[in-house]
């Protein structure tokens, strides 16, 4: 099953704009899951996805920025 979330052609301030709240949204359900019962390794695990995540985040908005007007976004999220 696939579920079609984004998909469209958005100008690249929109297209940043949607993209980084999905992005903080995952940041922000790894901050969540450490809590005082994490150990150490979970910890830093999930510190490295959040690491990752800004990133990412970061490479994608200096492409966005580099482009045209306009951008086309697409995210499936994709249940086997």
Same mark, same amino acid.
């Given at each position: 099953?696939?579920?079609?979330?984004?998909?469209?052609?958005?100008?690249?301030?929109?297209?940043?704009?949607?993209?980084?709240?999905?992005?903080?949204?995952?940041?922000?359900?790894?901050?969540? @899951?450490?809590?005082?019962?994490?150990?150490?390794?979970d910890?830093?695990? @999930?510190?490295?996805?959040?690491?990752?995540?800004? @990133?990412?985040?970061?490479e994608?908005?200096?492409?966005?920025?580099?482009?045209?007007?306009?951008? @086309?976004?697409?995210?499936?999220?994709?249940?086997?």
């Open positions: 099953m696939n579920l079609h979330l984004i998909q469209g052609e958005f100008n690249s301030n929109d297209a940043i704009e949607l993209i980084a709240q999905m992005v903080h949204i995952k940041i922000k359900y790894h901050e969540n @899951k450490i809590t005082s019962n994490s150990n150490e390794e910890i830093k695990i @999930k510190e490295s996805k959040i690491k990752h995540l800004q @990133k990412e985040l970061f994608l908005r200096k492409t966005i920025n580099s482009k045209t007007n306009t951008v @086309k976004v697409e995210a499936i999220i994709k249940i086997e």
